[in-house]
Antibody
Framework: QITLKESGPTQVKPTQTLTLTCIFS??????????VGWIRQPPGKALEWLAL???????RYSPSLKSRLTITKDTSKNQVVLTVTNMDPMDTATYYC??????????WGQGTLVTVSS | QSVLTQPPSVSGAPGQRVTISCTGS?????????VHWYQQLPGTAPKLLIY???NRPSGVPDRFSGSKSGTSASLAITGLQAEDEADYYC???????????FGGGTKLTVL
């Protein structure tokens, strides 16, 4: 059974750096074709694709946020970490991590709401 | 503005058939990249509904089907039920940005 869970602060101040951790079980991020991605959703708005890291450490980023995002993995701990620098109120959203195969996301975490406010 | 374009809303009566379109371009759907569809019920995480254009994960009713042609894809729902009322998103890969992309989402209302 594949599960993922996001953890991190529920609130950050503008200009701060957000660090989110995705802890997963039921699969290995060293298995071919497997990836873990991050997707966010501002309140009442659409899903936004953020970043994806593959089993071979290949990394992909949203072009509009690339300069602010870093995704890393710790295969031994079954964790993927996303950092977002220079947080802004517009970054207020529910952040999801998800397991990826064949380019789609077949298992999602419950999401964590991050509010950016001073 | 999303790279993949979906209608903001669709509606249908119980038992009817509805379709949701997802229009892309030659750098994503038209380039042959897979399209995936998700259903998001209010207050919950998205759920994979269709993967790789036409395939249903186990447990997804066969009332849901996907298709793809050229630079567009579609999700069809037959025998509409009240529980189908949700937001639906398409997703693919874009070669220009070398990143994943989502559609803007479509709200399905069951009348």
């Amino acid at each position: 059974q594949i599960t993922l869970k996001e953890s991190g602060p529920t609130q950050v101040k503008p200009t701060q750096t957000l660090t989110l951790t995705c802890i997963f079980s039921g699969f290995s991020l060293s298995t071919n074709e497997v990836g873990v991605g991050w997707i966010r959703q501002p309140p009442g708005k659409a899903l936004e694709w953020l970043a994806l890291i593959y089993w071979d450490d290949d990394k992909r980023y949203s072009p509009s946020l690339k300069s602010r995002l870093t995704i890393t993995k710790d295969t031994s701990k079954n964790q993927v970490v996303l950092t977002v620098t220079n947080m802004d109120p517009m970054d207020t959203a529910t952040y999801y991590c998800a397991h990826s195969t064949l380019g789609g996301y077949n298992h999602w975490g419950q999401g964590t709401l991050v509010t950016v406010s001073s | 503005q999303s790279v993949l374009t979906q209608p903001p809303s669709v509606s249908g009566a119980p038992g009817q058939r509805v379709t949701i379109s997802c229009t892309g371009s030659r750098s994503n759907i038209g380039a042959g990249y897979n399209v995936h569809w998700y259903q998001q019920l209010p207050g919950t995480a998205p759920k994979l509904l269709i993967y790789a254009n036409t395939n249903r994960p186990s447990g997804v009713p066969d009332r849901f089907s996907g298709s793809k042609s050229g630079t567009s894809a579609s999700l069809a729902i037959t025998g509409l039920q009240a529980e189908d009322e949700a937001d639906y998103y398409c997703q693919s890969y874009d070669s220009l940005s070398a990143s994943g992309v989502f559609g803007g989402g479509t709200k399905l209302t069951v009348l």
